[in-house]
């Protein structure tokens, strides 16, 4: 049985930072890209960040661009995100995701966390 477990989530100060990390089991995704993504209350599901295979390439939404750095281990068959300078606006329940034919697409993902909750406060 293939699993994502997320873990790091946690209530923190703006301007804070927290580092989530998403655990993969039941199989390596070595060669597939694996992303991010949050969704808060009454909100849709949206990008955060996502990663090549090889970590070569990353992708960010601009709401977070040069705040947060997404990162893998191949060997530990893991994924983990880097959320410094935290606003209030990052609340959200946050997704671990792997496995796409495209990355900002929630859809086009085959494989999903069950997610960790991220509260901001002011």
């Known amino acids: 049985q293939v699993q994502l477990v997320e873990s790091g989530g946690g209530l923190v100060q703006a301007g804070d930072s927290l580092r989530l990390a998403c655990a993969a089991s039941g199989r390596t995704f070595t060669n597939d890209v694996m992303g991010w993504f949050r969704q808060a209350p009454g909100k849709e599901r949206e990008f955060v960040a996502a990663?090549?295979?090889?970590?070569?390439?990353?992708y960010y939404a601009d709401s977070v661009k040069g705040r947060f750095t997404i990162s893998r281990d191949n060997a530990k068959n893991t994924v983990s995100l880097q959320m410094n300078s935290l606003k209030p606006e990052d609340t959200a329940v946050y997704y671990c995701?792997?496995?796409?034919?495209?990355?900002?697409?929630?859809?086009?993902?085959?494989?999903w966390g069950q997610g960790t909750q991220v509260t901001v406060s002011t």
């Open positions: 990663i090549s295979r090889a970590g070569i390439s990353t």
């Open positions: 995701a792997a496995q796409t034919w495209e990355v900002r697409t929630p859809i086009a993902y085959s494989y």
